[in-house]
């Protein structure tokens, strides 16, 4: 196949053997574009809900600057659920309290921009927002939503001079709107009141991961929320629910290019979380390169929060302008787990260190599931502001009992692939850089194999080659990687594998098809299905412990642990039960250790979308599978 460059769509087969292939391509930081950071300040809701207005947005302004969060990089200022009552006047305008609002919310975004921050504002998808179903502070606030005046409230909101709009979805979710159209909608009006008034409003989709927005959001908005709230207001903030939102936005192919998956708010400096908690927070959320919104009380917080929030070296980590989401690496124990971002330049990583158990344990980073060679390796322990010097292969640390160490190391990068036809060596994740040149910015729609397709964005180059990256899950064997749209000329793509991520396609020895999560999909109980194979994350499956593993932290699960024929085989958090347990025996079936019953395409149909089942072992051809 030919690599065609330059046009306005073009076809490349890519891939990796680890190992094998051209030197690594010259790329430094410099070559890099810095491409749109994650969105870093304050939000109002985890501590003042809809109890808001003038001089409790201007007091946390203030001390967001005096307490040297903002030299830190914390610039916006988000106005939350609360400021609106749902009033318009007879042109349909929004109108609000002046008495709350001295001068309108004009005069609140002047004033933010007058300590050089940026102004931030809410409303919701629907025609009632949050506070209408869920008043929090205030009376019930009917009409408080944009729906029917998506074009006329983005402008209101540019013209009173505000930076930033987070859309809920409360009304959204009530009135059954299509998330994928509607947010389409809401970005489509974005962009129409931006080319009336020449102000960028950046975006932020908040409809707690309904209907799977990292497969559709790039593109449509800068940021989109992958989960609920992590607390609620009123409620104490907890390191479990800390992770179980970190897990939920683990979706690294959507994040590339200034597009990210958002986790919510940061709890730091909350009641309930303890500083080492809050310092673990704060290294998930920099390795994931989340964006970073405080909703603690700023004004009051004290030296210790403000020292967490505002250490550089995490931030950094953060606002790497490579633009990429760490992944999870290893586990070598359950538990104890390992996150590594690629950061810019050449051979550096974040890696944190997790411990998710009740036990101090020692917790490794192994070089080579790094993509990087053996060769000694410097490690800096980050927090600590220490640094731990070389080490060849690896490094490992005692991490206490749920806790974390957060490190980043100076190694060198593996070979990387470059080429038109290259096959990779295993299932699993790589980091894939495209070298071009571009005068304006421009998007195009990367597809991998037939897998959910994304929008890579290419930000205009000034004449001279540059690059940006994306991480690609890819197949054992030959890789199919297709740009539509308006590509910019492309002289260069080099593919680094990260072997860590790797797993396996289960494939169905009748169908030829694959044991695939529908969609993309992380809620517990999606039932497996076939599916054409793609190597996407949604059909590698990494074996640890006789489970397997899908999207970090995903088992496959016989449900509710059946033993009857016909029990359903779905997705489940990974608890280490029995009935996450499989075994691949000599004859190709794989059993379930509850139940002794094989994994089974229902009704030995072969087409996509056949649920995976439990059945008595018959050793029919749809309950063989291969391990590819």
């Not at 897990?247 to 597009?259: I, K, L, N, W």
């Not at 009740?358 to 060679?373: E, F, Q």
């Amino acid at each position: 196949m030919k690599l065609r460059l330059g046009l306005s769509a073009f076809l490349l087969v890519a891939g990796v053997v680890p190992g094998v292939g051209s030197a690594a391509a010259s790329t430094t930081a410099a070559d890099e574009v810095a491409v749109p950071p994650p969105a870093m300040g304050w939000a109002s809701w985890n501590t003042f809900a809809a109890k808001i207005d003038y001089n409790t947005i201007k007091a946390q302004a203030d001390a967001l600057v005096s307490s040297g969060l903002k030299d830190a990089g914390y610039s916006y200022v988000n106005i939350d659920e609360g400021w609106w009552q749902g009033t318009r006047d007879s042109a349909g305008n929004i109108t609000v309290d002046t008495a709350e609002w001295p001068g309108g919310m004009q005069a609140i975004a002047d004033y933010l921009h007058g300590k050089g921050l940026k102004a931030g504002i809410y409303t919701d998808a629907g025609r009632d927002g949050c506070g209408y179903y869920f008043p929090t502070g205030r009376p019930a606030a009917p009409g408080s939503g944009s729906e029917g005046h998506y074009l006329q409230d983005m402008l209101q909101f540019q013209r009173w001079g505000f930076d930033f709009v987070k859309v809920d979805w409360c009304g959204g979710d009530a009135e059954g709107l299509d998330p994928k159209s509607t947010y389409q909608a809401i970005s489509d009006a974005n962009k129409a009141a931006t080319a009336q008034t020449g102000r960028t409003l950046t975006l932020s989709i908040c409809n707690w991961g309904k209907k799977n927005p990292w497969n559709w959001g790039a593109g449509t908005a800068p940021m989109w929320r992958t989960s609920t709230d992590i607390i609620y207001y009123g409620q104490s903030a907890t390191l479990g629910q800390v992770l179980t939102n970190f897990d939920q936005a683990q979706h690294a192919v959507s994040q590339h290019t200034g597009y990210v998956n958002d986790p919510d708010m940061l709890t730091v400096g909350m009641p309930g979380l303890t500083d080492a908690q809050a310092r673990t927070e704060m290294s998930l959320w920099s390795v994931s390169g989340a964006p970073l919104l405080a909703g603690n009380n700023l004004a009051t917080m004290s030296a210790a929060t403000r020292a967490i929030l505002a250490n550089r070296e995490v931030v950094a980590v953060d606002q790497d302008p490579r633009g990429l989401q760490g992944v999870k690496v290893a586990e070598d124990a359950a538990g104890l787990q390992v996150y590594a971002k690629v950061l810019s330049g050449s051979g550096r990583r974040a890696v944190v260190l997790l411990n998710r158990t009740s036990s101090a344990a020692t917790v490794n980073v192994r070089w080579a599931d790094l993509g990087l060679t053996p060769a000694a390796a410097t490690v800096r322990n980050v927090w600590a502001a220490a640094d731990k010097g070389g080490f060849a292969t690896g490094y490992g640390v005692t991490v206490p009992a749920n806790d974390s160490v957060l490190l980043t190391v100076q190694g060198t990068d593996a070979a990387a692939a470059h080429g038109t036809t290259i096959t990779a060596g295993a299932t699993g994740l790589a980091v894939a850089t495209f070298t071009y040149n571009a005068t304006t910015t421009q998007t195009a729609t990367l597809a991998v194999n037939g897998q959910q397709p994304t929008v890579v964005a290419f930000p205009a180059t000034g004449g001279a080659a540059k690059t940006v990256s994306a991480v690609v899950s890819l197949a054992k064997g030959t890789n199919s990687l297709t740009f539509s749209g308006t590509a910019p000329q492309v002289t260069d793509i080099a593919v680094l594998p990260l072997p860590g991520t790797a797993g396996v396609e289960v494939v169905g020895a009748q169908s030829g098809r694959c044991v695939d999560v529908n969609d993309n999909g992380i809620a517990n109980g999606i039932q497996a299905q076939l599916w054409d194979c793609a190597g996407g994350p949604n059909q590698t499956w990494v074996p640890s412990r006789g489970q397997l593993v899908v999207n970090g932290t995903k088992c496959l699960d016989a449900y509710n642990s059946g033993t009857a024929n016909g029990t359903a085989v779905v997705v489940w958090d990974c608890n280490g039960q029995r009935n996450q347990q499989w075994t691949f025996t000599a004859n190709g079936t794989v059993t379930n250790a509850v139940s002794g019953l094989c994994l089974d395409a229902s009704g030995a149909v072969t087409a996509n979308g056949t649920k995976l089942i439990l059945w008595t072992c018959g050793g029919g051809a749809n309950q063989r599978w291969t391990r590819r």
